[in-house]
């Protein structure tokens, strides 16, 4: 039987942009995931704070990896975010996925974004669909 950790290592030895933003996976379990990553100057938008497409990519990530622990390829229908707080150079940002509703072909999920002192900087919902199509 396939792991949520060996669909993730796979996923992510093919993800050069989630390699690109430093992501490292803590913790990955069935419809849940926990990444973590260092916030780079080159990440920060003309108002010296972190672009928006960064939270939503670090996200997008957690969502994906929690969507598709289960061994299907998973991929996504819908998202929204918002940004509550401003995210700066060096922050340690840790997202946690985890799914709220699953059937057999779509699934919701919310991703709580979180910097180096506990404030949620983003929130991310999505919606994905199941495909028949196994990672493996």
Same mark, same amino acid.
């Given at each position: 039987? *396939?792991?949520?950790?060996?669909?993730?290592?796979?996923?992510?030895?093919?993800?050069?942009?989630?390699?690109?933003?430093?992501? +490292? #996976?803590?913790?990955?379990?069935? %419809?849940?995931?926990? *990444?973590?990553?260092?916030?780079?100057? +080159?990440?920060?938008? %003309?108002?010296?704070?972190?672009? =928006?497409? *960064?939270?939503?990519?670090?996200?997008?990530?957690? &969502?994906?990896?929690?969507?598709?622990?289960?061994? &299907?390829?998973?991929?996504?229908?819908?998202?929204s *975010?918002? &940004?509550?707080?401003?995210?700066?150079? =060096?922050?340690?940002?840790? $997202? +946690? $996925? !985890?799914?709220?509703?699953?059937?057999? !072909?779509?699934?919701?999920y919310? #991703? +709580?974004?979180?910097?180096?002192?506990?404030?949620?900087?983003?929130l991310? !919902? =999505?919606?994905?669909?199941?495909?028949?199509?196994?990672?493996?």
């Amino acid at each position: 039987m *396939i792991t949520p950790q060996q669909v993730v290592d796979k996923m992510m030895a093919n993800d050069a942009f989630s390699q690109w933003l430093g992501i +490292e #996976v803590l913790t990955i379990a069935d %419809g849940y995931s926990k *990444i973590q990553m260092t916030v780079r100057p +080159e990440m920060m938008n %003309g108002f010296g704070t972190a672009h =928006g497409g *960064i939270a939503f990519s670090f996200a997008d990530s957690a &969502f994906a990896f929690a969507c598709n622990s289960d061994g &299907f390829v998973t991929v996504a229908l819908d998202v929204s *975010i918002s &940004f509550p707080k401003a995210i700066k150079t =060096g922050d340690v940002l840790i $997202a +946690e $996925a !985890k799914a709220v509703n699953r059937t057999n !072909k779509t699934g919701l999920y919310l #991703v +709580e974004v979180t910097n180096t002192q506990s404030q949620l900087v983003a929130l991310f !919902k =999505g919606t994905c669909y199941k495909t028949p199509k196994t990672h493996f």
